[in-house]
């Protein structure tokens, strides 16, 4: 396929687990890449939208916490889905807010971040993203390719 293949951004301010999640989605076949700055990691998604088809953040951080990173994010481009990650319990009012799109709890295995990402691309954007049906049509079409 001519497409670029779209990328998947993992945040957290713990450099460890961003590496660790996002080797573990590079072993299953999805390109990513790792930020441990939540405002490096908005800067250059936001310089290169269209690269983006998924972030996974962490919702605790210094400098911008994940429901911040959300908003931002859906600022610079609707069509980026978003998995916010937390170790804590976070309130279902402030994350429908966001329009995230899944919610993981930490820990957790990369079998079940995986299940969880090809959960979200199966599934149109929600409301509140100012997306067309055909606009979502397209989007599941464009769904970030599996590496052979």
Known sequence: MNEKRKRIAVVD??????ELFSQGLKQAGFKTIAFDDPIAAL?????????FSMV????????????ELTKQLSD???????MLMSAYDLD??????VN???YLKKPMHI?????????????????GSEKTEKGQAEDRRKQPEVLD
């Open 76 to 82: 610079v481009d609707g069509k980026i889905r978003v």
């Open 13 to 18: 301010d713990e450099s460890d687990l961003a």
């Open 43 to 51: 800067e250059h998604i936001a310089s290169n939208p269209q690269e």
């Open 56 to 67: 996974i953040t962490d919702w605790k951080m210094p400098k911008m916490n994940g429901l």
């Open 100 to 102: 995230k799109n899944e």
């Open 111 to 127: 079998a079940k971040l995986i299940e969880s990402i090809k959960t979200v691309f199966s599934e149109p954007l929600q409301e």
């Open 92 to 97: 279902q009012d402030e994350l429908r807010k």
